[in-house]
T-cell receptor, first 114, second 112 residues
Framework: KAGVTQTPRYLIKTRGQQVTLSCSPI?????VSWYQQTPGQGLQFLFE???????NKGNFPGRFSGRQFSNSRSEMNVSTLELGDSALYLC?????????????FGPGTRLTVL | GQQLNQSPQSMFIQEGEDVSMNCTSS?????WLWYKQDPGEGPVLLIA?????ELTSNGRLTAQFGITRKDSFLNISASIPSDVGIYFC????????????FGTGTRLKVLA
């Protein structure tokens, strides 16, 4: 069974631009969560989608948004990029997003904002 | 953002030694997880704990869910070079909505 895939793996943008990241969950998984990982803040939860609906949300500004499609694939968008948005963005999928479900992480997208 | 306190931050050990790391929180969690992250990869789940006092093993790894539900411990016995990486704990906060709070990470380096 293929794992969680994320595209692109690396991205360089400049301040003020916007960016869209993509995540394809493991087949059969309906919950997709997004995380931001930085050296200073560690892994921070962004949001979780289930059945095309945002079910949970972390404490990030409205510039961070996402969506999920009917095939469970998810995209994350960051508008008006700031230098501090440079990070590794990870997505994780699980079957239903229940506490006892195992989350499987993708390799991440490394975003650099110049 | 909220983080769990994880210690030590980093450690260098000799191959064959045992390793211990822990994670503490000011909040109560109902689930504790331990992940390992290799360079260029996402975290991989090692052990999941769902009950206070629970002790669970996965090969050379053993983790415990603290009785107070505010801490957890991970032990690695007889370390080998491939144990190198960053170990994260994560607690699941279930008040209102499900959100995983991650620890700051312990960077482990094994000297052959």
């Amino acid at each position: 069974k293929a794992g969680v895939t994320q595209t692109p793996r690396y991205l360089i943008k400049t301040r003020g631009q916007q960016v869209t990241l993509s995540c394809s969950p493991i087949s059969g998984h309906r919950s997709v969560s997004w995380y931001q990982q930085t050296p200073g803040q560690g892994l921070q939860f962004l949001f979780e989608y289930f059945s095309e609906t945002q079910r949970n949300k972390g404490n990030f500004p409205g510039r961070f948004s996402g969506r999920q499609f009917s095939n469970s694939r998810s995209e994350m968008n960051v508008s008006t990029l700031e230098l501090g948005d440079s990070a590794l963005y990870l997505c994780a999928s699980s079957v239903l997003g229940h506490p006892t479900d195992t989350q499987y992480f993708g390799p991440g997208t490394r975003l650099t904002v110049l | 953002g909220q983080q769990l306190n994880q210690s030590p931050q980093s450690m260098f050990i000799q191959e064959g030694e045992d390793v211990s790391m822990n994670c503490t929180s000011s909040s109560i969690f109902n689930t504790w997880l331990w992940y390992k992250q290799d360079p260029g990869e996402g975290p991989v789940l090692l052990i999941a704990l769902y009950k206070a006092g629970e002790l669970t093993s996965n090969g050379r790894l053993t983790a415990q869910f603290g009785i107070t539900r505010k801490d957890s411990f991970l032990n690695i016995s007889a370390s080998i070079p491939s144990d190198v990486g960053i170990y994260f704990c994560a607690g699941l906060a279930t008040s209102g909505t499900y959100k995983y709070i991650f620890g700051t990470g312990t960077r482990l380096k094994v000297l052959a």
